[in-house]
């Protein structure tokens, strides 16, 4: 019997004690849970949404003011002097179910747009690279549709993810000067422009990360190695342009000049005979002497070569051609025109020219039995092919007899033989 009350006693203090301990403490725990709440509630949402801590404390002080209120409710001891109380413990335990409720839904909706935590950058998001393209999840695990595994998400893929989204696919640049073009932030120092060298070495530059839109190699980032050799490759290919250039002018040049050399000889074959040329151990003196018919007189060209005849003097007679008097040029050097002699270039063919008219005119004498007199009147120019200068001329003449008329003018030029040779003495 006395160790039946022991045992009473030991459990009627035991029940003393946690009567007491429970009215000491459930004073203090609805605050403790609040507490508690509040900082993980804190934590959670600034993680998740990245808005300012002191804007998340000022609405949870005044959204938990209600939370704080059913804890309350619930925590006071349940005695039936007050039935009343009763109704509020259904409604304490219905606002605390509601707030786990909005706690999770506003983390859904909080999270729709994040991919990292806020606080330490840890993933939150779980992505799957899927034929419809990247597709996310809140949860590890597989993508069920296609059955994938999933993977947590990673800054790089979240930029690919924005740019397509975007439509900020990385875009060609086209540099014109590199020495002028910004290829790095000038405060950061961070690359602005990305780059791809195909095969044959050959430089592209886009304006961001990404792969090449043909080639689908990923594009890197510039680094000042990287300008130096495209600064050098740009300097070898100009240079290279440059040298082409010149080349191609070189030969439009050489070109030009083999077709105006043709033009020169074909116009000077036209006039001169191209075979004669100016031999530097004689003086070369061409002749050249007409009728009042136009018609050259190889008769008096003979005369004046066998005059001329000399180991130092070589006469020639087959110099120029027949378009040199159909075309005017002997009217014009013979009337004083001697610009001619340069643009033929007679400098190559001969010493001096020796340019000549001669005229005749007849006469019947009927108390001499019909004898014509021929007249015969040679007119001589002398040019200096050096100098172009005409450096003597003259007139000489003669009268001829005989029963015709080129019996006649024959006699006269015999006559005058005397006179071309004693004129050609005192020129040369």
Do not use: C
């Not at 996310?136 to 924005?162: A, M, N, W």
């Not at 240079?239 to 116009?267: D, M, S, T």
């Not at 007249?375 to 007899?401: R, W, Y």
Request: hydrophobic fraction near 40%; charged fraction near 25%; avoid cysteine.
């Amino acid at each position: 019997m006395e160790k039946h009350k022991n045992k009473i006693l030991t459990i009627l203090i035991v029940a003393i004690f946690l009567i007491l301990t429970l009215a000491i403490l459930l004073p203090k725990f609805p605050i403790f849970v609040v507490k508690r709440v509040f900082n993980y509630a804190v934590q959670n949402f600034v993680n998740i949404s990245g808005l300012s801590p002191w804007l998340i404390k000022g609405i949870l002080v005044f959204a938990l003011m209600p939370f704080y209120w059913a804890l309350m409710e619930i925590s006071k001891l349940n005695l039936h002097l007050f039935r009343r109380q009763r109704s509020y413990r259904k409604l304490a335990k219905f606002t605390i179910f509601s707030y786990a409720g909005l706690f999770f839904l506003a983390m859904f909706f909080l999270s729709r747009g994040s991919y990292f935590g806020h606080i330490k950058g840890e993933a939150i998001k779980y992505y799957a690279i899927t034929p419809e393209g990247i597709r996310f999840f809140d949860s590890p695990g597989f993508d069920r549709r296609y059955g994938i595994e999933l993977k947590p998400v990673t800054p790089d893929i979240i930029i690919k993810y924005q740019k397509k989204t975007l439509g900020m696919q990385p875009r060609r640049i086209m540099i014109e000067s590199p020495k002028d073009f910004e290829f790095f932030d000038p405060i950061t120092g961070d690359p602005k422009a990305w780059y791809h060298i195909d095969n044959e070495g050959h430089y592209e530059f886009f304006d961001g990360p990404g792969y090449h839109p043909t080639l689908n190699a990923e594009l890197k980032p510039v680094t000042p190695e990287i300008i130096h050799a495209y600064q050098n490759k740009i300097k070898e290919e100009q240079e290279k342009i440059a040298a082409e250039k010149e080349r191609l002018a070189e030969e439009q040049k050489k070109k030009i000049e083999a077709e105006k050399a043709q033009q020169l000889i074909a116009y000077l074959g036209k006039y001169l005979n191209l075979s004669v040329t100016n031999h530097p151990a004689t003086k070369e003196i061409s002749i050249f002497i007409l009728d009042e018919t136009f018609k050259e007189r190889h008769d008096i060209e003979q005369t004046v070569a066998s005059s001329l005849k000399t180991k130092e003097l070589n006469p020639v007679l087959a110099l120029f051609k027949n378009p040199f008097v159909q075309d005017g040029i002997f009217e014009n050097m013979f009337s004083g025109d001697i610009g001619k002699i340069k643009e033929l270039q007679l400098e190559k063919r001969t010493d001096y020219i020796i340019l000549g008219k001669k005229s005749s005119s007849y006469k019947i004498n009927p108390e001499l039995q019909n004898i014509i007199t021929a007249d015969v009147s040679l007119e001589l120019k002398v040019f200096s092919v050096e100098k172009g200068v005409i450096i003597n001329s003259t007139i000489l003449s003669a009268a001829g007899a005989g029963f015709s008329n080129s019996d006649a003018e024959k006699r006269a030029i015999e006559l005058l033989n005397s006179k071309i040779e004693n004129f050609l003495k005192e020129v040369f």
